[in-house]
């Protein structure tokens, strides 16, 4: 069974950092290529970041761009997601999730999810 579990969210002031992780499981994961994504409220789901299953090549939605890091640990079976310099309008529930091989920014070509972690950025 596919598992993806998301963790290190929290309540963070503008200008703060915070690192997500997402643990997987029940698959392959270093040939699954990944993303986070996320939704903020009242709002749709808005894909962040991607990181490729072999090559490691990483993108960015440009709201994103110089302030989050993607990377990922196939030894450990683990995704983060390293945020710094957050603002207000960073704050949704992040996603984590998968598809074999080849990254795409395309929210509808991932299969498998995580429950999510709340990231708050308020003063």
């Known amino acids: 069974e596919v598992q993806l579990v998301e963790s290190g969210g929290g309540l963070v002031q503008p200008g703060g950092s915070l690192r997500l992780s997402c643990a997987a499981s029940g698959f392959t994961f270093r040939s699954y290529a990944m993303s986070w994504v996320r939704q903020a409220p009242g709002k749709g789901p808005e894909w962040v970041s991607a990181i490729n299953s072999g090559d490691l090549t990483t993108s960015y939605a440009d709201s994103v761009k110089g302030r989050f890091t993607i990377s990922r640990d196939n030894a450990k079976n683990t995704l983060y997601l390293q945020m710094n310099s957050l603002k207000p309008e960073d704050t949704a529930v992040y996603y984590c999730?998968?598809?074999?091989?080849?990254?795409?920014?395309?929210?509808?070509?991932?299969?498998?999810w995580g429950q999510g972690t709340q990231v708050t950025v308020s003063s």
């Open positions: 999730a998968a598809r074999p091989f080849t990254v795409s920014t395309q929210i509808d070509d991932y299969p498998y």
